[in-house]
């Protein structure tokens, strides 16, 4: 069964404006990771976070984690038209592998 | 460049065709991985390598072959691809299972 869920799958922002984007997951996970690939190319990790971690920050990226509510968020402050991909949340279970959802397709509008 | 390198980028093949598609990594990963992603679908795991041992094949038709000769390369062998089989081939790698992982650019593969 697919392990991460991202929600929405489609969100249009202006410039500037935060863009938060959620993960859901179904079983317990060593870590959680976000991804971020743009039109036809490969994917670019952006952040790991560790289940025993609450919140992680990376340049303008915050990500959380709420293990009880088996969900993550992934925070990106004052957007920019260059932000403009899909965004994947990847959890690793204990067999260590990565299972993905069907991303979330983000439009900054400049 | 990301560190991992997939060639070629492009691939138009007939049904009858054989052809492989390449990854090469410098990074000291010791696991590689191949993926598939098929447009609205989640990226689908089709094989994993660990210090060059398969240890996953994720129920993958026999007519995709992986081949991994070193830690730094793996290959994906395909013979009598079907038009569904169509999609983008991601390979990638890690320091080890579990850990964040760098993806190559892909390679486009279209069956006609």
């Known amino acids: 069964s697919q392990q991460g869920e991202e929600d929405p799958q489609a969100l249009s922002i202006q410039e500037g404006e935060n863009a938060t984007m959620n993960c859901s997951y179904k079983?317990?996970?060593?870590?959680l990771q976000w991804y971020r690939q743009n039109s036809g190319r490969g994917l670019v990790h952006l952040i790991l976070?560790?289940?025993?971690?609450r919140e992680k920050h990376s340049g303008r990226l915050r990500v959380t984690l709420d293990t009880s509510k088996k969900s993550s968020s992934l925070l990106i402050t004052a957007s920019r038209a260059a932000d403009t991909a899909s965004y994947f949340c990847?959890?690793?279970?204990?067999?260590?592998?990565?299972?993905f959802g069907k991303g979330i397709t983000l439009s900054v509008r400049p | 460049e990301t560190g991992v390198t997939q060639t070629p980028r492009h691939l138009v093949m007939g049904m009858t065709n054989k052809k492989s598609l390449k990854c090469e990594q410098h990074?000291?990963?010791?696991?590689m991985y191949w993926y598939k992603q098929s447009a609205k679908k989640p990226l689908e795991l089709m094989f994993v390598?660990?210090?060059?041992?398969?240890?996953e094949n994720n129920s993958v038709p026999s007519r995709f072959s992986p081949e991994c000769p070193n830690s730094s390369h793996l290959f994906l062998h395909l013979h009598t691809l079907q038009p569904e089989d169509s999609a983008l081939y991601l390979c990638?790698?890690?320091?080890?299972?579990?850990?964040?992982?760098?993806f190559g650019s892909g390679t486009r593969l279209t069956v006609v």
């Open positions: 990847a959890s690793t279970g204990a067999n260590s592998k990565l299972t």
């Open positions: 079983t317990s996970i060593n870590n």
């Open positions: 976070i560790r289940s025993n971690e």
């Open positions: 990074l000291g990963h010791n696991a």
């Open positions: 390598y660990n210090f060059k041992e398969q240890t």
């Open positions: 990638a790698s890690s320091s080890r299972t579990g850990a964040g992982y760098t």
